[in-house]
C-alpha cells in the first residue's frame, strides 16, 4: 500500500455517460498527478496540480476532461459523455519534489470500460 | 502521447541471473531519470533514481547506468528472483514532469 487511494478501482459505464474517479493523495504531498494508461503501454501524461493549482494539461486531454483539486487535498477526475476510446487505466500518484528529484507514489488506478 | 523510447518489449532470464533492462530518451535536456516496476493489477512503484550529474547509482539489488553521450538509460537487476517479473518502466523528468516510456517485461525462467 502507497498511501494514495483511488476510488473506485472498476468503472463500467455505457457510452455517453459521464464518470468522475476520485483521489486522495499521501496527506503532505504537495503535488498530484494524473496518468492514462492502455493495455501494453506506459502511463501516458494528463494533468498536474501543485497544492490547488492545475499547473499544466496534456495537450491528450479534450475539452470532456476536468480535473479539480479543491482544496489541495483530494483530487476528482471526470470525464463528460464517456467514449469507447477512453476506456483505459487512471492512475493518480503523488509526490514531494525535493530539488529535480521527485519520487511518485501511485495508486492503484480506476479501470474504466466504455461499453 | 509523449514517451520515452524502449529497445525491447519483452525480457526473458534465468532465475539468479543478472538482468538488463535498456532505455533510449531524446531529451538532452532532461535532468532527472527514474525506473519504476508495474506488477499486474498495481501502479507503478519507484525502484531507483538517477540525477544526470551522475553516470551510476546503486541500490538493493539494482544499479542505474546513465550515458548521456548516447542518451541510453539501463537497469541493472542482480541475481533476478521470481518477484521481480514485472514490467519496467524508464521515466524522465521533461520540464516540470516526469513522462514514462513503453516499458519492458521481465519474464523469469525456472
Known amino acids: 500500500d502507497t498511501g494514495v487511494s483511488q476510488d473506485p478501482r472498476h468503472k463500467i459505464t455505457k457510452r455517453g455517460q459521464n464518470v468522475t474517479f476520485r483521489c486522495d493523495p499521501i496527506?503532505?504531498?504537495?503535488?498530484l498527478y494524473w496518468y492514462r494508461q492502455t493495455l501494453g503501454q506506459g502511463p501516458e501524461f494528463l494533468t498536474y496540480?501543485?497544492?490547488?493549482?492545475?499547473?499544466?494539461k496534456s495537450r491528450l486531454l479534450s475539452d470532456r476532461f476536468s480535473a479539480e483539486r479543491p482544496k489541495g487535498s483530494f483530487s476528482t477526475l471526470e470525464i463528460q459523455r464517456t467514449e469507447q476510446g477512453d476506456s483505459a487505466m487512471y492512475l493518480c500518484a503523488s509526490s514531494i519534489q525535493t530539488g529535480s528529484n521527485e519520487k511518485l507514489f501511485f495508486g492503484s488506478g480506476t479501470q474504466l470500460s466504455v461499453l | 502521447g509523449e514517451s520515452v523510447g524502449l529497445h525491447l518489449p519483452t525480457l526473458s532470464v534465468q532465475e539468479g541471473d543478472n538482468s538488463i533492462i535498456n532505455c533510449a530518451y531524446s531529451n538532452s535536456a532532461s535532468d532527472y531519470f527514474i525506473w519504476y516496476k508495474q506488477e499486474s493489477g498495481k501502479g507503478p512503484q519507484f525502484i531507483i533514481d538517477?540525477?544526470?550529474?551522475?553516470d551510476k547509482r546503486q541500490g538493493q539489488r539494482v544499479t542505474v547506468l546513465l550515458n548521456k553521450t548516447v542518451k541510453h538509460l539501463s537497469l541493472q537487476i542482480a541475481a533476478t528472483q521470481p518477484g521481480d517479473s514485472a514490467v519496467y518502466f524508464c521515466a524522465e523528468k521533461r520540464g516540470d514532469k516526469i513522462i514514462f516510456g513503453k516499458g519492458t517485461r521481465l519474464h523469469i525462467l525456472p
Open positions: 496540480f501543485q497544492n490547488e493549482a492545475q499547473l499544466e
Open positions: 538517477i540525477r544526470s550529474n551522475m
Open positions: 496527506s503532505e504531498h504537495n503535488r
